[in-house]
Nanobody, 114 residues
Framework: VQLVESGGGLVQAGGSLRLSCVAS????????MSWFRQAPGKQRDLVGAITSGHSTNYADSLKGRFTIARDNAKNTVYRQMNSLKPEDTAVYYC?????????WGQGTQVTVSS
């Protein structure tokens, strides 16, 4: 499977963005999908995940602001981000996992200005 993220950009604090992760080469319905983010000079951290069974979990610090959804018919996973803060500035990555094999997208930059 190949993953391509999109939807990043520059947004003011308090704004919203919806990121998309489009998969090709395989149907994502069997994959557990995750979103990670990496700020400059920091490690890559889990933002949230959605299983093949549509169960979701989120980083505690982001609950209530970020949601994740999937549309298997469109082979796409979405990340809705609300009430953005400057500290949300990072490259956001999509990851697919199945049977212990993981695939990463190339990432999309999100910059939140104060």
């Amino acid at each position: 499977v190949q993953l391509v993220e999109s939807g990043g950009g520059l947004v003011q604090a308090g704004g919203s963005l919806r990121l998309s992760c489009v998969a090709s080469g395989s149907m994502i319905s069997i994959y557990d999908m995750s979103w990670f983010r990496q700020a400059p000079g920091k490690q890559r951290d889990l933002v949230g995940a959605i299983t093949s069974g549509h169960s979701t979990n989120y980083a505690d610090s982001l609950k209530g602001r970020f949601t994740i959804a999937r549309d298997n018919a469109k082979n796409t996973v979405y990340r809705q981000m609300n009430s953005l803060k400057p500290e949300d500035t990072a490259v956001y990555y999509c990851r697919a996992n199945y049977g212990g094999i993981t695939t990463w997208g190339q990432g999309t930059q999100v910059t939140v200005s104060s």
